[in-house]
T-cell receptor, first 115, second 113 residues
């Protein structure tokens, strides 16, 4: 069945290391979101792509975070260098924006721990 | 600034009892409102969607209401089950360019036997 796939599910890394999270959106969806979830802040939008073009990445710390969609089947979120405050669960979601009430389907998330 | 406020932050109920979660929003212009259920360690899953003209919508034991005039929504869980233990997140979409989603902080529900 169609689902958003995120890898890895869990990542523990040392401060200063590069982290790359990957997302495979549902086939045919043209909108991809990256969210970060923490206990304190809840779900925060980091970046938003439509038809592979970045539409809004205002929620993302530009100095260390970058998001790309090299093709329609892969979205990546990279943190370089990582810091302990980046520890969170990172969710990718995809949808079809042409549908007025389109639902954003979420992946299982990548739980990142930076020590 | 668009905001979505949920209450209570958390609640504990006994299995079989009912409960109601609240969501107040200031998102404008309004497009739709969704309630998501998020199990621990999983991504959120949509329960219901409410558009401007809809007042009530049910999905099994979940019933959502919307008052677009007062900008309030509620999610009622009937005859709670242990599997209802989760976080419930209210998400409002605006109809302006970008169709941004504004997330509430969620209500964490714990159903005890």
């Amino acid at each position: 069945d169609a689902r958003v796939t995120q890898t890895p599910r869990h990542k523990v890394t040392e401060m200063g290391q590069e982290v790359t999270m990957r997302c495979q959106p549902i086939l045919g969806h043209n909108t991809v979101f990256w969210y970060r979830q923490t206990m304190m802040q809840g779900l925060e939008l980091l970046a938003y792509f439509r038809n592979r073009a970045p539409l809004d990445d205002s929620g993302m710390p530009k100095d260390r975070f970058s998001a790309e969609m090299p093709d329609a089947t892969l979205a990546t979120l990279k943190i370089q260098p990582s810091e302990p405050r980046d520890s969170a669960v990172y969710f990718c979601a995809s949808g079809l924006v042409e549908l007025r009430n389109t639902e954003a389907f979420f992946g299982q998330g990548t739980r990142l721990t930076v020590v | 600034k668009n905001q979505v406020e949920q209450s209570p932050q958390s609640l504990i109920i006994l299995e079989g009892k009912n409960c109601t979660l609240q969501c107040n929003y200031t998102v404008s212009p309004f497009s739709n409102l969704r309630w998501y259920k998020q199990d621990t360690g999983r991504g959120p899953v949509s329960l219901t969607i409410m558009t401007f003209s809809e007042n009530t919508k049910s999905n099994g034991r979940y019933t959502a209401t919307l008052d677009a005039d007062t900008k309030q929504s509620s999610l009622h869980i009937t005859a709670s089950q242990l599997s209802d233990s989760a976080s419930y997140i209210c998400v409002v979409r605006d109809s302006a360019a970008g169709n941004k989603l504004t997330f509430g902080g969620g209500t964490r529900v714990l159903v005890k036997p």
